[in-house]
């Protein structure tokens, strides 16, 4: 009967088997639509992921490509070895791609190479490494993560610094040049450190397990060779070399009996720096002093933060950064005697309730002697709240009340950061009343499946004033079950998805904040959601009934699409037909025409997912559609991955570009986050499915123009 009808019934016919489906499980309609869709044309889209997953398992014996699979199978199947082994791959994946990109100058790729996937990958392990009997390598993945980070974070800055630099020194700015050499210098200093500290953890890495990091060594190596090479010819260009020498006059030092004596300050040729205030940075602290004619200096410090196990104190000449010299460090034989020191003048208000702006103030002495930079620990109920430090002695801070101390008599005050260091902690508090603030608990649900079952539970915690109440547990009860407890936000909103039982109607949904350790007021908030009128109906029908009543569904629609096909053929028929051919001599493709028309419906669909808040549905989408899109001919296989389809892609594909931007970076962005949508690694945001849903768009628009068209296929042959 021609195009139009052969489509119309094979989409008649489909949707009597959804309907089918539909009538014995009820399990929603609108992604099985979708699903069904997409399979009559699987040549051109690839499998759905669990299909591929099917597919990769019959491929594995005659193919040695390395597939990836998803994580949650090994998990429910029950083998946590296997599991931790793939996470443990994919991390070591992350790290040797990081380190290529890093070398390459490609910082904000090799940042999310060690960014919320790793993190979610390293999370999973967490989860698993504990059941099984290997070797746990958490502690040093986590370590890689956060060096990788760090190095690549510095390499970055020194490239940007350098252009800088390389500006200035180019336009005769001198200053500007030696202080932009100043921070290069310090910034490659933190890189090479790190490198170093970076390689020895890739090598702790390989001894324990069966990783190879070789080239992620070796990249890290050449990054921070090139960085050491620059600097060196930086320096040269600016500074001046420094030698320090200190003699101390005693080695037992307090905050009372101070580390005193003498040093000289040369350059490298025994020049004196003389004449001239510095800075000497001493453990965690720093003195100023002069040198004489001769680079002669004295100097006095009190050590406050140091550890008791001090056994050697670092002093190093930190020149400004407008100076023309480079720093230098010495060090001093030391034994740290501990010392009480005291507060006075400490101000706290009489009385408090949740969110109040409290000020804190006071004075840090030692027998009168003002301790200057030491860090305070604000406490409030015994808990520290804020940190704050002294200047000369004084300290003043604003802190806001926590809902998390209990209304009554609390303790209120301040203590030194740390236990066991040159000044003891010695907590200070005064008494301070928290008074209870009235609290309203709000709760709604909504029915979200189309079985009925799926219940969306929104509510908010505020004060009796309408301010949120952050930070909070909130315990969501449903028909007197408790479903979860979940924590309130910045706003005092909380929310969950529940899945009732079967045949559930009318339930009670009930929130509870127990404020019983806090100072806002216990509230409870109650709510009743029923289930929708078909739900009940169609749920109150025996099962024999649902099959009945499918079949009777499918044999009008196979009577119709009967009819359809066999009746004669009428002359509007024949005239459409007609007008068809011969507009352009030539009728496109079916195939391209379904290409072009799924795609399109699949973005459709992709955007009311992210209208109703699925952003991985809406992710699923926009890769789908991509998929149907770019499929030509050549490249149609439902045996590809997402990764080696986008291989095959690259290798076809042409330098065309969609309005200035490459193609490829396109489809990347949609393979990546399909894969963390489909392997459940990490939540999509919206954010997230929104660039993907605009990525998959201007992809489908090239693939659905001729000319990209006949460029890709011709690419493929």
């Known amino acids: 009967m021609g195009t139009g009808v052969s489509r119309l019934d094979t989409r008649t016919l489909l949707c009597g088997f959804l309907v089918i489906a539909f009538t014995i499980g009820s399990t929603g309609l609108a992604g099985a639509t979708i699903a069904a869709h997409a399979d009559t044309q699987t040549g051109l889209m690839g499998s759905t992921p669990q299909a591929q997953f099917a597919q990769n398992e019959a491929d594995s014996a005659d193919n040695d490509t390395v597939r990836h699979e998803n994580p949650n199978e090994y998990r429910e199947s029950g083998n946590p070895a296997q599991l931790e082994t793939w996470l443990m791959d994919r991390m070591v994946e992350n790290i040797d791609e990081s380190a290529v990109q890093l070398e390459d100058g490609n910082y904000d790729r090799a940042g999310r190479y060690v960014g919320d996937e790793y993190d979610a990958y390293l999370d999973q392990y967490l989860d698993v490494a504990g059941q099984t009997e290997g070797e746990d390598h958490a502690e040093l993945f986590e370590a890689i993560r956060e ?262 008599e609390r303790e209120f005050g301040v203590r030194l950061e740390h236990e066991d260091r040159a000044l003891a902690a010695t907590p200070v508090t005064n008494q301070v009343t ?146 068809s051919t011969s507009d352009d001599g030539a009728a496109p493709s079916v195939a391209d025409r379904s290409r072009v028309e799924i795609a399109r419906s699949l973005l459709e669909h992709g955007r009311e997912c992210l209208a109703d808040g699925r952003p991985e549905q809406a992710v699923e989408m926009g890769y789908a559609a991509v998929r149907h899109a770019l499929s030509g001919r050549e490249t149609a296989s439902s045996a590809l991955t997402h990764w080696e389809f986008y291989r095959n892609w690259q290798r076809g594909r042409d330098a065309a570009s969609v309005d200035g931007e490459d193609d490829s970076a396109l489809l990347r962005t949609v393979i990546e986050r399909y894969e963390q949508t489909t392997f459940g690694v990490a939540d999509v945001s919206r954010e997230e499915a929104e660039v993907v849903l605009e990525s998959a768009t201007r992809l489908c628009e090239m693939g659905s123009s001729p000319s990209t068209e006949s460029t890709r296929t011709g690419g493929d042959a």
Not at 354 to 381: I, Q
Not at 530 to 540: H, I, K, N, Y
């Open 147 to 408: 060096d990788q980070s760090q190095i690549t974070d510095a390499a970055q800055r020194y490239q940007e610094l350098r252009d800088e630099y390389e500006r200035a020194r180019d336009a005769g700015d001198e200053a500007r040049a030696r202080e932009l050499a100043r921070e290069l210098d310090s910034v490659a200093t933190t890189a090479t450190e790190t490198g170093t500290q970076l390689r020895d953890q890739y090598d702790e890495l390989e001894e324990s397990t069966d990783a190879n990091l070789s080239e992620s060594e070796r990249s890290i190596e050449t990054v921070t060779e090139d960085i050491r090479s620059s600097q060196e010819t930086i320096r040269g260009e600016q500074f001046v070399a420094t030698g320090l020498s200190v003699d101390a006059d005693r080695e037992e030092i307090s905050f009372l009996e101070p580390l005193t004596g003498t040093g000289r300050l040369r350059t490298a040729e025994g020049e004196p720096v003389g004449n001239r205030p510095i800075e000497l940075e001493i453990g965690n602290g720093s003195v100023r002093t002069e040198t004489d004619a001769d680079g002669a200096f004295e100097f006095e410090y009190r050590p406050v933060e140091e550890p008791l196990t001090t056994e050697e104190l670092e002093i190093e000449y930190a020149p400004a950064n407008e100076s023309i010299y480079l720093g230098s460090t010495t060090s001093v034989p030391v034994s740290i005697s501990q010392t009480d020191p005291s507060v006075t003048d400490l101000e706290t208000p009489a009385a408090v309730t949740y969110n109040d702006t409290a000020a804190v103030s006071g004075t840090l002495v030692v027998d009168d002697v003002p301790v200057d930079n030491a860090s305070l620990a604000v406490t409030f109920g015994g808990e520290r709240i804020e940190t704050t430090e002294t200047t000369n002695g004084s300290f003043d801070v604003d802190v806001t009340v926590p809902a998390g101390v209990p209304a009554g």
């Open 434 to 579: 928290v008074r209870e603030t009235d609290s309203e608990l709000s709760v709604t649900a909504t029915r979200t499946a189309a079985d009925g079952r799926m219940v969306d539970v929104n509510g908010t915690l505020e004060t009796g004033g309408g301010e949120g109440v952050a930070g909070e547990a909130v315990r969501v009860d449903v028909d007197g079950t408790t479903v979860e407890t979940v924590s309130t936000d910045e706003n005092g909103a909380f929310g969950l998805t529940a899945t009732l039982p079967t045949g559930s109607e009318d339930v009670e949904v009930v929130a509870t904040y127990d404020g019983s350790e806090s100072n806002v007021a216990s509230a409870t908030a109650r709510t009743t959601t029923g289930s929708t009128a078909v739900a009940r109906l169609w749920g109150r029908l025996p099962m024999w009934a649902r099959i009945g009543i499918g079949i009777g569904v499918l044999a009008t629609l196979c009577a119709v699409v009967w009819w359809r096909r066999f009746r004669p053929a009428g002359p509007a028929d024949t005239a459409a037909r007609e007008r």
